[in-house]
């Protein structure tokens, strides 16, 4: 017979398995399907363990990589919110902090606290371990993206000036990743995939 505390940790786990069917905008690599939140979680985790050298700081990278696995969790109840949409970022805090509450809570006491710990930390993004996450959580579509020709950009209407916004977080995490991130988008601007405004 189970404990408790088991039993909680396998509804965790299978609370998990409903990432899978949160499909986000960006499109797999080889102009593939949408790719779901827990592809863009484990993807962006072994980049930042493979990148870990071009972090502006030391960083904790088991840390860094349990950050990147569960910050989306959140998008099981509170669904995927496009980066760049302004009428959507606009209560995605209130949904993410309501689903964060529900879906930590199915754990123990202490791994709930230490869960909502590490996303309030990826969340706050002051910590270098914080950095880092982002600067992956933002090159990994980024680099999806400009394998596919710039395609979502172009199919949202999105302007360098928009990709430039959302890519000051790369910069604060690895200043190489923010190099080649800036390499990128002025090739999608030269091939017209991003306008200027």
């Keep these: 017979m189970m404990d408790d505390r088991i039993s909680k940790q396998i509804a965790f786990a299978l609370e998990l398995d409903k990432e899978k069917n949160v499909f986000r905008q960006t499109h ?28 502006n700081e030391p960083v904790d990278i088991a840390k860094v990589m349990i950050m990147c696995l569960i910050h989306d969790v ?8 496009y980066a760049y949409d302004a009428e959507g970022l606009t209560t995605q805090k209130e949904r993410e902090d309501k689903a964060k509450e529900r879906i930590f809570s199915l754990l123990p006491e202490d791994q709930k606290t ?12 002051e910590t270098p371990e914080a950095k880092y996450a982002h600067a992956m959580d933002n090159f990994q579509p980024l680099i999806l993206n400009n394998s596919n020709n710039g395609g979502d950009w ?16 790369t910069r604060a995490g690895s200043e190489k990743i923010y190099e080649i991130t800036d390499m990128l988008i002025k090739e999608n601007i030269s091939k017209g995939n991003l306008t200027l405004e």
Excluded: C
């Excluded at 690599?29 to 827990?38: F, L, T």
């Excluded at 998008?75 to 995927?80: L, M, Q, R």
């Design 28 to 55: 797999l690599s080889g102009h593939g399907r949408n790719e779901n939140d827990a592809e863009h979680a484990w993807h962006m985790a072994v980049m930042a363990y493979m990148l870990k050298e071009y972090a």
């Design 74 to 81: 959140v998008e099981i109840d509170a669904g995927d919110t």
């Design 114 to 125: 230490e869960f909502m710990s590490l996303f309030d930390e990826f969340e706050a993004n």
């Design 154 to 169: 172009k199919e949202h209407n999105v302007t360098a000036k928009q990709v430039y916004g959302r890519q000051t977080k």
